[in-house]
T-cell receptor, first 115, second 108 residues
Framework: EAGVTQSPTHLIKTRGQQVTLRCSPISGHTSVYWYQQALGLGLQFLLWYDEGEERNRGNFPPRFSGRQFPNYSSELNVNALELEDSALYLC??????????????FGPGTRLTVL | EDQVTQSPEALRLQEGESSSLNCSYTVSGLRGLFWYRQDPGKGPEFLFTLYSAGEEKEKERLKATLTKKESFLHITAPKPEDSATYLCAVEGNTPLVFGKGTRLSVIA
């Protein structure tokens, strides 16, 4: 089965701009998790979508938002970019499909640089 | 609040020199403890899931163990290709909480 895919691989933006990142989960699986991995901070949970609904949200400001489409792909939007938003943004999909209580498989990530 | 602490932050080994990485955790109602390997600039690669104290899992030169307070990732006779950052994560009543990882370098 196809793994988790993300696009684009790299992005460079300036402060105040907006960015959209995209993710497709493992084929046939309904859940998508978003994480931020900033230098020195480790992976931080951002958002969890399942069956088109936001199920949980990490401790991030409202300018981080997203949505999940009927085909279960997902977008992460970040508005009013700040320098500290520079990070690797990772998308993950649970291996057994949707429960959230099993191992998660990660995509390759999108490297965002904010200048 | 669920927490994960990994030690050491960095570890340098000679090829063939076995060692262990530590993951200490506090969690409300452990659903699973996960180990991942991450190469620079890439997404984490799943290694193991452990569900209960006393459980052990093995894969090639890696062996993961779990107690009620910590997990160990034992690396036996490592090779240079084992160089990576190893991440530990726990799932309780909230989504995955990750440690900051141990950066392993294996020198030939």
């Amino acid at each position: 089965e196809a793994g988790v895919t993300q696009s684009p691989t790299h992005l460079i933006k300036t402060r105040g701009q907006q960015v959209t990142l995209r993710c497709s989960p493992i084929s046939g699986h309904t859940s998508v998790y978003w994480y931020q991995q900033a230098l020195g901070l480790g992976l931080q949970f951002l958002l969890w979508y399942d069956e088109g609904e936001e199920r949980n949200r990490g401790n991030f400001p409202p300018r981080f938002s997203g949505r999940q489409f009927p085909n279960y792909s997902s977008e992460l939007n970040v508005n009013a970019l700040e320098l500290e938003d520079s990070a690797l943004y990772l998308c993950a999909s649970p291996g057994s499909g949707g429960s959230g209580y099993n191992e998660q498989f990660f995509g390759p990530g999108t490297r965002l640089t904010v200048l | 609040e669920d927490q994960v602490t990994q030690s050491p932050e960095a570890l340098r080994l000679q090829e063939g020199e076995s060692s262990s990485l530590n993951c200490s955790y506090t969690v409300s109602g452990l659903r699973g403890l996960f180990w991942y390997r991450q190469d620079p600039g890439k997404g984490p690669e799943f290694l193991f899931t452990l569900y209960s104290a006393g459980e052990e899992k093995e894969k090639e030169r890696l062996k993961a163990t779990l107690t009620k307070k910590e997990s160990f990732l034992h690396i036996t006779a490592p090779k240079p290709e084992d160089s990576a950052t190893y991440l530990c994560a726990v799932e309780g009543n909230t989504p995955l909480v990750f440690g900051k990882g141990t950066r392993l370098s294996v020198i030939a």
